[in-house]
C-alpha cells in the first residue's frame, strides 16, 4: 500500500545541504541500496490460520497474530511475506485476525488487520485489500480496533468473499461492533444493522488490562453459493458468534434479514464453520472457550441444509469423560465430498489429536491410538529434519514424543485440488504433509516442516561478536540461537539451560569466546534453575550460575571487557556482580532496580546503567555505581544505550527523545539535532577508509522512522531500509557486524531477524546542484558528498551557529562551515563574540580556546579540508547563568 513516496534523486538532493554538516538537523537523508533477508529460524510462532483459493491451484496465504501474513510459493517450497512495507506508524497492522481470498478473481486478496483491541495498540484497524494477491495493498481504516493477537484469534475465518458476486464481502468485528458489509471490494464499509447479536463471549469479563475481556465477537462467515447464481449475492449465508447460547445465525435473503439457526447446539462457541455443498451438511466444531490456548471441552455437529437437522458427530462427545479438549481445526476433502478432519483445539497431553471421518462423521478413526499404556500407535510419522529445533532438545518419557504433533491446532486444511496435501498450524510452526491418503490405507503418512520463509520470532537481543560465530540471538518464546550459517536453520535452540524467553546477551569484547545470557521459565517448573548462564566457547554450550533470590525474570546482563567479570540487573531484583561464572553474586550499590547494565568495552573494571533519565557508572567491575552529571536525557525506561568497542567511554544512547553521545564514560551526553525519536544504535564494520565504527540506528528524521547508517561517527546518515521494508516495530534488538561492512542485523517483534547488505557500489559520488531552486544529481550514495556551485574566486568560508538543546545553566549548540569559494580549504577558522556569560564547557570537531566572551575555533585534523561547496561542522555544550542568546554574527577566516 505505501508506495516509496520520495525517489532517490529527491532525497539525494536533500543530503546536498544536511548529510554533510556534522550535528546538524538530518531531517532528511540519502538512501542507501540494501537487500534485506531473514536470518532463518523457520517459524516460531502461532499461525492462526492457512487458507487454499478453491479455485486456483498452489494459491495458499497464512496469517499469524504478530508478524503479518504470507503467501505461498509452490516452486520455492516457500512463504512470501506481505506485510513488510507496515511501519511504526501502523505498527498493529502486523497483527492480522482474518484474510479472505478471492474465488472469482484470484488476484484479490484481503486482510483484517489490528493487534490489540485495548490500549496497547493506539491505533484502530484496517480492512488491506489487494489486486495482485498481496504485492501491494490499500487500506480502510474502521472506527474500531482489531485483535489479531488477542483472545479468540485463531476462530475463524471472519473475513468473507461472496463466491457468486466477488464485490460483495462480510467481516464479523469483536467487541460488539457486529458484522459489517461492503459492496465494492472492501474499499468503504457499513454495519449489517439487521444482524442481531454481536457476541457476548470473554474469557474473563472484570480483567483490569483489557485483555482477557476482550470478547471475539462475530467469527466466522460461511456462504452456501448455491443459493444463487453466479452475478447475484448470495442468499444464504451462515454466521458463527462466540455467544455460548446463540453461536450460529443465517440469512436467506442475502443479509437483509438473520435469525437464529433453530435447533442447534448450546453451552460451547462454534470455532469454525464449514460447508460441504455436495452432501448438504454444514460442520461446525465447538469448544468451551475462544482459545487458542485453553478449551476443555467441545463438540462436532452436522447440520442438513435440507431439513434443518442437527446431529451430532463428535468423535469424542462432550459428555464422555474421555473429553478433556474443544475442537477447532475443521477441513473438508473438496475432492471426496463426505470426508473431513477435525483437531483437537488444545490437548495438551500427550498431544494433540486429529481425527478422520470419510462418511460426513458418522465414524472416525484416530491420527494416533493407545494400545497399552504408555505406549500408542501412530498413523503418522515426522521428519523435522529441515527444522530440527522443533524437537525443543528434550527427551519426553512416554506416552509423550518429541517432535509433538501440534498444539493450538485452529487451523487443518486439506488442499482443495490435492487430497493428499493437508496443511496445518500450531504453536510453532506449520506442519504439513503431501501424502495424507496413506492414512486411509493403512500406512503411514510423512508431516513435515512446511514452514520456510516464514518468520514468526520476536527478537529482545542480538550480539555479533568479533569472533566465532557471526550472530547469537535472543527470542521470546523459543530462548534463541547461536547463528553459524545466517541462511541455515540452527539444529537447536539454546539448551542446558533453556529459557522461554531470553531477554539479554552479551559477550567480553576482548574475550569473545565468554558470553552471558539472562532469560525467563515458569520458575514453578523449575525451582533449582538459574535465569542466567555461560558460556566460554562463543554459545555453543551453556552452562547456569547461581542466582540472588527472588529472581523471577531475566531482566538485562553484561559481561566485562575481558570476561572476568558480569553485573546483572534481573527484573525486579536490585543489580548484583559476580566475579566469575556466577557462583556468588554480591548486590550492586548505587544502580537502582530496573536499570539497563552495559559494559565499557575497553576497561573491564568499568559497567554502565541506565534507569528513569539517569546514567550510572562503576569503574570498580559493578560494586559500586554513581550518577554522572548527565542531564536532558530520555526519561522512559526502554532506551538502550551501548559502548563502543574499541574507545573506553565512548557511549551511545538511544531513547524517546533522540540519540545521544558521550565521549566520557557518560559524563556529558550530546545530543543529535534533528532526530528526534530514536528505538536502539548498534555498531559494525568501519566503512573503507573510516576510523570510526559504522553506527546502524532506528530512529525518527524529519518525520520517517527508519534504519539508519552513519559512516562518519553520527555527522551524516543514509537510510538503508525503504518504505517497502518496514517490519512493524523494528528495532528492539540492533547491531551491525564487526567484519562485514554494512552488514546489520535488525530484530522485529514477529517478523524474525533481518540482516541486510549493501548492494550499491563503495560509496562514493559527486551530487550537483544548479543555482536555480531545481536540483540534479547522481542518484548514488556518498559517505563524503562534495557538493560543485557556481563559486566566487578565492578562498572563502561562511559559518551559520545552530542553537540546540537547552536546560537549566546549560545548552548545546552546532556550527556549520561552508566553503564559498573556488578553491578548496586547507584549514579554517571562526570567531564570534557570545552577548552573555556564556563558557564552552565541551567541543567536539575542532580546537577552540575562549578568552571572555570571545571564542576561536579552528578545525580539527580530519575537517580542515573542505571542497567548494561542501560543508562540515562542529559542535559545542556551554553553560551560562543569565541568558542564553545567540552570538549575533560568526567570522570564519579560510586557509
Same mark, same amino acid.
Given at each position: 500500500?505505501?508506495?516509496?513516496?520520495?525517489?532517490?534523486?529527491?532525497?539525494?538532493?536533500?543530503?546536498?545541504?544536511?548529510?554533510?554538516?556534522?550535528?546538524?538537523?538530518?531531517?532528511?537523508?540519502?538512501?542507501?541500496?540494501?537487500? =534485506?533477508?531473514?536470518?532463518?529460524?523457520?517459524?516460531?510462532?502461532?499461525?492462526?490460520?492457512?487458507?487454499?483459493?478453491?479455485?486456483?491451484?498452489?494459491?495458499?496465504?497464512?496469517?499469524?497474530?504478530?508478524?503479518?501474513?504470507?503467501?505461498?510459493?509452490?516452486?520455492?517450497?516457500?512463504?512470501?511475506?506481505?506485510?513488510?512495507?507496515?511501519?511504526?506508524?501502523?505498527?498493529?497492522?502486523?497483527?492480522?485476525?482474518?484474510?479472505?481470498?478471492?474465488?472469482?478473481?484470484?488476484?484479490?486478496?484481503?486482510?483484517?488487520?489490528?493487534?490489540?483491541?485495548?490500549?496497547?495498540?493506539?491505533?484502530?484497524?484496517?480492512?488491506?485489500?489487494?489486486?495482485?494477491?498481496?504485492?501491494?495493498?490499500?487500506?480502510?481504516?474502521?472506527?474500531?480496533?482489531?485483535?489479531?493477537?488477542?483472545?479468540?484469534?485463531?476462530? *475463524?475465518?471472519?473475513?468473507? &468473499?461472496?463466491?457468486?458476486?466477488?464485490?460483495?464481502?462480510?467481516?464479523?468485528?469483536?467487541?460488539?461492533?457486529?458484522?459489517?458489509?461492503?459492496?465494492?471490494?472492501?474499499?468503504?464499509?457499513?454495519?449489517?444493522?439487521?444482524?442481531?447479536?454481536?457476541?457476548?463471549?470473554?474469557?474473563?469479563?472484570?480483567?483490569?488490562?483489557?485483555?482477557?475481556?476482550?470478547?471475539?465477537? &462475530?467469527?466466522?462467515?460461511?456462504?452456501?453459493?448455491?443459493?444463487?447464481?453466479?452475478?447475484?449475492?448470495?442468499?444464504?449465508?451462515?454466521?458463527?458468534?462466540? +455467544?455460548? +447460547?446463540?453461536?450460529?445465525?443465517?440469512?436467506?435473503?442475502?443479509?437483509?434479514?438473520?435469525?437464529?439457526?433453530?435447533?442447534?447446539?448450546?453451552?460451547?462457541?462454534?470455532?469454525?464453520?464449514?460447508?460441504?455443498?455436495?452432501? *448438504?451438511?454444514?460442520?461446525?466444531?465447538?469448544? /468451551?472457550?475462544?482459545?487458542?490456548? /485453553?478449551?476443555?471441552?467441545?463438540?462436532?455437529?452436522?447440520?442438513?441444509?435440507?431439513?434443518?437437522?442437527? $446431529?451430532?458427530?463428535?468423535?469424542?462427545?462432550?459428555?464422555?469423560?474421555?473429553?478433556?479438549?474443544?475442537?477447532?481445526?475443521?477441513?473438508?476433502?473438496?475432492?471426496?465430498?463426505?470426508?473431513?478432519?477435525?483437531?483437537?483445539?488444545?490437548?495438551?497431553?500427550?498431544?494433540?489429536?486429529?481425527?478422520?471421518?470419510?462418511?460426513?462423521?458418522?465414524?472416525?478413526?484416530?491420527?494416533?491410538?493407545?494400545?497399552?499404556?504408555?505406549?500408542?500407535?501412530?498413523?503418522?510419522?515426522?521428519?523435522?529434519?529441515?527444522?530440527?529445533?522443533?524437537?525443543?532438545?528434550?527427551?519426553?518419557? !512416554?506416552?509423550?514424543?518429541? !517432535?509433538?504433533?501440534?498444539?493450538?491446532?485452529?487451523?487443518?486444511?486439506?488442499?482443495?485440488?490435492?487430497?493428499?496435501?493437508?496443511?496445518?498450524?500450531?504453536?510453532?510452526?506449520?506442519?504439513?504433509?503431501?501424502?495424507?491418503?496413506?492414512?486411509?490405507?493403512?500406512?503411514?503418512?510423512?508431516?513435515?516442516?512446511?514452514?520456510?520463509?516464514?518468520?514468526?520470532?520476536?527478537?529482545?537481543?542480538?550480539?555479533?561478536?568479533?569472533?566465532?560465530?557471526?550472530?547469537?540471538?535472543?527470542?521470546? /518464546?523459543? *530462548?534463541?540461537?547461536?547463528?553459524?550459517?545466517?541462511?541455515?536453520?540452527?539444529?537447536?535452540?539454546? $539448551?542446558?539451560?533453556?529459557?522461554?524467553?531470553?531477554?539479554?546477551?552479551?559477550?567480553?569484547?576482548?574475550?569473545?569466546?565468554?558470553?552471558?545470557?539472562?532469560?525467563?521459565? $515458569?520458575?514453578?517448573?523449575?525451582?533449582?534453575?538459574?535465569?542466567?548462564?555461560?558460556?566460554?566457547?562463543?554459545?555453543?554450550?551453556?552452562?547456569?550460575?547461581?542466582?540472588?533470590?527472588?529472581?523471577?525474570?531475566?531482566?538485562?546482563?553484561?559481561?566485562?571487557?575481558?570476561?572476568?567479570?558480569?553485573?546483572?540487573?534481573?527484573? @525486579?531484583?536490585? !543489580?548484583?556482580?559476580?566475579?566469575?561464572?556466577?557462583?556468588?553474586?554480591?548486590?550492586?550499590?548505587?544502580?537502582?532496580?530496573?536499570?539497563?547494565?552495559?559494559?565499557?568495552?575497553?576497561?573491564?573494571?568499568?559497567?554502565?546503567?541506565?534507569?528513569?533519565?539517569?546514567?550510572?557508572?562503576?569503574?570498580?567491575?559493578?560494586?559500586?555505581?554513581?550518577?554522572?552529571?548527565?542531564?536532558?536525557?530520555?526519561?522512559?525506561?526502554?532506551?538502550?544505550?551501548?559502548?563502543?568497542?574499541?574507545?573506553?567511554?565512548?557511549?551511545?544512547?538511544?531513547?524517546?527523545?533522540?540519540?545521544?553521545?558521550?565521549? /566520557?564514560?557518560?559524563?556529558?551526553?550530546?545530543?543529535?539535532?534533528?532526530?528526534?525519536?530514536?528505538?536502539?544504535?548498534?555498531?559494525?564494520?568501519?566503512?573503507?577508509?573510516?576510523?570510526?565504527?559504522?553506527?546502524?540506528?532506528?530512529?525518527?528524521?524529519?518525520?520517517?522512522?527508519?534504519?539508519?547508517?552513519?559512516?562518519?561517527?553520527?555527522?551524516?546518515?543514509?537510510?538503508?531500509?525503504?518504505?517497502?521494508?518496514?517490519?512493524?516495530?523494528? *528495532?528492539?534488538?540492533?547491531?551491525?557486524?564487526?567484519?562485514?561492512?554494512?552488514?546489520?542485523?535488525?530484530?522485529?517483534?514477529?517478523?524474525?531477524?533481518?540482516?541486510?547488505?549493501?548492494?550499491?557500489?563503495?560509496?562514493?559520488? $559527486?551530487?550537483?546542484?544548479?543555482?536555480?531552486?531545481?536540483?540534479?544529481?547522481?542518484?548514488?550514495?556518498?559517505?563524503?558528498?562534495?557538493?560543485?556551485?557556481?563559486?566566487?574566486?578565492?578562498?572563502?568560508?561562511?559559518?551559520?551557529?545552530?542553537?540546540?538543546?537547552?536546560?537549566?545553566?546549560?545548552?548545546?549548540?552546532? &556550527?556549520?562551515?561552508?566553503?564559498?569559494?573556488?578553491?578548496?580549504?586547507?584549514?579554517?577558522?571562526?570567531?564570534?563574540?557570545?552577548?552573555?556569560?556564556?563558557?564552552?564547557?565541551?567541543?567536539?570537531?575542532?580546537?577552540?580556546?575562549?578568552?571572555?566572551?570571545?571564542?576561536? &575555533?579552528?578545525?580539527? @585534523?580530519?575537517?580542515?579540508?573542505?571542497?567548494?561547496?561542501?560543508?562540515?561542522? =562542529?559542535?559545542?555544550?556551554?553553560?551560562?547563568? @543569565?541568558?542564553?542568546?545567540?552570538?549575533?554574527?560568526?567570522?570564519?577566516?579560510?586557509?
Amino acid at each position: 500500500m505505501r508506495k516509496a513516496l520520495l525517489s532517490l534523486i529527491a532525497i539525494t538532493a536533500v543530503l546536498i545541504v544536511t548529510a554533510v554538516v556534522r550535528m546538524a538537523p538530518v531531517s532528511a537523508v540519502a538512501a542507501d541500496p540494501y537487500a =534485506f533477508k531473514n536470518v532463518r529460524i523457520d517459524g516460531g510462532g502461532f499461525v492462526p490460520a492457512v487458507l487454499f483459493n478453491p479455485t486456483e491451484r498452489d494459491l495458499v496465504y497464512a496469517r499469524t497474530d504478530i508478524g503479518g501474513a504470507y503467501r505461498w510459493n509452490e516452486s520455492a517450497k516457500s512463504w512470501k511475506p506481505l506485510l513488510d512495507w507496515v511501519g511504526w506508524d501502523k505498527w498493529g497492522w502486523n497483527g492480522v485476525v482474518s484474510m479472505a481470498t478471492d474465488p472469482v478473481d484470484t488476484g484479490r486478496v484481503y486482510a483484517a488487520v489490528g493487534m490489540y483491541t485495548n490500549d496497547w495498540d493506539p491505533n484502530n484497524g484496517a480492512i488491506l485489500r489487494s489486486t495482485n494477491k498481496g504485492d501491494s495493498w490499500q487500506a480502510t481504516e474502521l472506527p474500531f480496533k482489531l485483535g489479531g493477537n488477542m483472545p479468540g484469534r485463531g476462530m *475463524g475465518e471472519a473475513l468473507a &468473499v461472496d463466491p457468486n458476486k466477488n464485490n460483495v464481502l462480510y467481516f464479523g468485528t469483536p467487541n460488539g461492533n457486529g458484522l459489517w458489509r461492503s459492496t465494492d471490494y472492501g474499499a468503504t464499509w457499513a454495519k449489517v444493522a439487521s444482524f442481531p447479536n454481536p457476541g457476548n463471549y470473554a474469557q474473563d469479563p472484570s480483567d483490569p488490562n483489557g485483555y482477557l475481556s476482550h470478547r471475539p465477537g &462475530v467469527v466466522w462467515v460461511t456462504y452456501d453459493p448455491r443459493s444463487s447464481s453466479a452475478g447475484s449475492a448470495t442468499r444464504t449465508i451462515y454466521v458463527g458468534v462466540a +455467544d455460548k +447460547d446463540n453461536t450460529v445465525y443465517r440469512t436467506t435473503d442475502a443479509g437483509a434479514t438473520w435469525e437464529r439457526v433453530a435447533g442447534q447446539p448450546t453451552g460451547y462457541i462454534a470455532h469454525k464453520g464449514v460447508l460441504d455443498t455436495e452432501n *448438504g451438511h454444514l460442520f461446525i466444531a465447538t469448544s /468451551d472457550t475462544g482459545g487458542p490456548y /485453553d478449551g476443555a471441552k467441545g463438540d462436532v455437529w452436522r447440520y442438513a441444509t435440507a431439513t434443518g437437522t442437527w $446431529t451430532q458427530v463428535s468423535p469424542v462427545p462432550s459428555s464422555s469423560a474421555d473429553d478433556y479438549f474443544g475442537y477447532s481445526g475443521l477441513t473438508l476433502d473438496r475432492q471426496d465430498p463426505g470426508t473431513l478432519m477435525v483437531a483437537t483445539q488444545i490437548s495438551w497431553w500427550p498431544d494433540v489429536i486429529f481425527f478422520r471421518s470419510t462418511d460426513s462423521g458418522a465414524t472416525w478413526t484416530r491420527v494416533w491410538d493407545w494400545t497399552s499404556y504408555p505406549n500408542r500407535s501412530f498413523r503418522y510419522k515426522m521428519d523435522v529434519s529441515a527444522v530440527p529445533w522443533l524437537t525443543f532438545g528434550t527427551n519426553p518419557q !512416554p506416552p509423550e514424543v518429541t !517432535p509433538k504433533l501440534g498444539w493450538m491446532t485452529e487451523s487443518l486444511e486439506i488442499d482443495p485440488f490435492d487430497s493428499d496435501r493437508m496443511m496445518y498450524g500450531t504453536g510453532a510452526t506449520i506442519y504439513g504433509t503431501e501424502d495424507l491418503t496413506q492414512w486411509d490405507s493403512g500406512g503411514q503418512f510423512t508431516i513435515k516442516p512446511m514452514v520456510k520463509g516464514l518468520e514468526e520470532t520476536a527478537v529482545l537481543d542480538l550480539v555479533s561478536p568479533p569472533s566465532g560465530a557471526p550472530l547469537v540471538s535472543a527470542l521470546g /518464546d523459543i *530462548g534463541g540461537f547461536r547463528h553459524t550459517n545466517l541462511d541455515a536453520v540452527p539444529p537447536m535452540m539454546f $539448551t542446558s539451560p533453556g529459557f522461554t524467553s531470553t531477554t539479554s546477551l552479551d559477550y567480553a569484547e576482548k574475550n569473545p569466546a565468554v558470553m552471558v545470557r539472562a532469560g525467563n521459565f $515458569t520458575d514453578a517448573d523449575r525451582p533449582n534453575d538459574s535465569h542466567v548462564a555461560f558460556s566460554t566457547d562463543g554459545g555453543a554450550n551453556w552452562f547456569q550460575g547461581g542466582e540472588p533470590g527472588g529472581i523471577n525474570e531475566g531482566g538485562t546482563v553484561a559481561a566485562a571487557a575481558d570476561g572476568s567479570r558480569f553485573v546483572w540487573a534481573p527484573k @525486579g531484583v536490585a !543489580p548484583h556482580y559476580s566475579v566469575g561464572y556466577g557462583n556468588s553474586w554480591q548486590q550492586a550499590q548505587g544502580l537502582p532496580t530496573g536499570a539497563v547494565v552495559e559494559s565499557d568495552r575497553v576497561n573491564p573494571m568499568k559497567f554502565y546503567g541506565f534507569a528513569a533519565g539517569r546514567f550510572y557508572v562503576s569503574t570498580n567491575g559493578g560494586a559500586t555505581f554513581t550518577a554522572t552529571a548527565a542531564t536532558g536525557l530520555p526519561a522512559e525506561g526502554n532506551a538502550h544505550f551501548k559502548a563502543l568497542p574499541g574507545k573506553e567511554g565512548d557511549v551511545w544512547l538511544a531513547g524517546g527523545t533522540g540519540l545521544f553521545h558521550s565521549t /566520557d564514560s557518560g559524563a556529558s551526553f550530546a545530543k543529535l539535532p534533528g532526530i528526534t525519536s530514536a528505538v536502539n544504535i548498534g555498531f559494525g564494520k568501519a566503512a573503507p577508509g573510516a576510523s570510526y565504527q559504522a553506527l546502524y540506528a532506528v530512529a525518527t528524521t524529519g518525520g520517517v522512522t527508519g534504519l539508519y547508517r552513519s559512516d562518519d561517527a553520527g555527522s551524516s546518515w543514509v537510510r538503508i531500509n525503504d518504505d517497502e521494508h518496514q517490519w512493524g516495530n523494528m *528495532g528492539e534488538a540492533l547491531t551491525g557486524d564487526p567484519r562485514v561492512y554494512g552488514r546489520v542485523y535488525l530484530g522485529t517483534n514477529g517478523r524474525g531477524i533481518i540482516y541486510g547488505d549493501r548492494t550499491g557500489p563503495e560509496p562514493t559520488i $559527486t551530487p550537483t546542484v544548479t543555482v536555480t531552486p531545481t536540483v540534479t544529481v547522481t542518484p548514488t550514495v556518498t559517505v563524503t558528498p562534495t557538493v560543485t556551485v557556481t563559486p566566487t574566486t578565492g578562498k572563502a568560508c561562511t559559518a551559520t551557529y545552530q542553537p540546540g538543546n537547552q536546560w537549566p545553566g546549560g545548552f548545546q549548540a552546532g &556550527v556549520t562551515v561552508k566553503n564559498t569559494g573556488a578553491s578548496a580549504l586547507a584549514g579554517w577558522k571562526v570567531t564570534w563574540t557570545f552577548p552573555g556569560d556564556q563558557r564552552i564547557t565541551q567541543l567536539w570537531s575542532g580546537a577552540h580556546t575562549q578568552t571572555g566572551t570571545a571564542v576561536s &575555533v579552528t578545525n580539527a @585534523g580530519y575537517n580542515g579540508a573542505v571542497q567548494p561547496g561542501a560543508s562540515t561542522s =562542529f559542535g559545542f555544550n556551554g553553560s551560562y547563568s @543569565g541568558s542564553n542568546t545567540a552570538p549575533a554574527a560568526l567570522t570564519c577566516t579560510a586557509s
